[in-house]
């Protein structure tokens, strides 16, 4: 089985998402800003990473979980991905793509463009880290909901 949680950058909502997902960060709480921080994608995706899946680890299903950043294009890149899978394994049963997308607030949207785009790391990445530590909890639920998916699979 494969996750991957896809968004612009891949490099905020999916980075907590994915982590969220392997058990990495809690879910019962909003982490500290050192906790996103030493996350090894948070804030740290390049523009050479984007359209590659990045590998996050396992979950307790054993799924392989990824994340991707993928620009302004879903409507090509994930068509794309889901077709290559079918191709490979006959179907898409265990594929599970998900868009954290909807999460990013506007505080992400601004550190994020400043940190990467700009390349203001020392001012983008503290905006960057507020603005996801306030969506985090829409994060959660949407790993919430991926996980009890996978549960009534079982």
Avoid: C
Avoid at 10 to 26: D, E, V, W
Avoid at 88 to 114: A, Q, S
């Amino acid at each position: 089985m494969i996750i991957i949680y896809h968004d612009v950058g891949g490099t905020h909502s999916t980075a907590i998402a994915a982590n969220l997902h392997i058990n990495r960060l809690p879910m019962d709480r909003l982490p500290s800003k050192e906790e996103l921080l030493n996350l090894p994608t948070f804030d740290k995706i390049e523009k050479s990473d984007l359209g590659h899946l990045m590998y996050i680890g396992q979950d307790e299903f054993e799924a392989k979980v990824y994340t991707l950043g993928r620009k302004y294009k879903p409507n090509l890149v994930i068509p794309a991905i889901e077709d290559m899978y079918s191709v490979l394994k006959g179907n898409r049963e265990e594929l599970y793509v998900i868009d954290t997308h909807p999460t990013v607030n506007l505080l992400m949207k601004i550190g994020g463009f400043t940190s990467r785009g700009l390349k203001w790391v020392s001012f983008g990445r503290p905006i960057v880290t507020y603005g996801s530590i306030k969506a985090y909890k829409d994060i959660v639920n949407i790993v919430k909901g991926v996980k009890d998916n996978l549960k009534n699979r079982k």
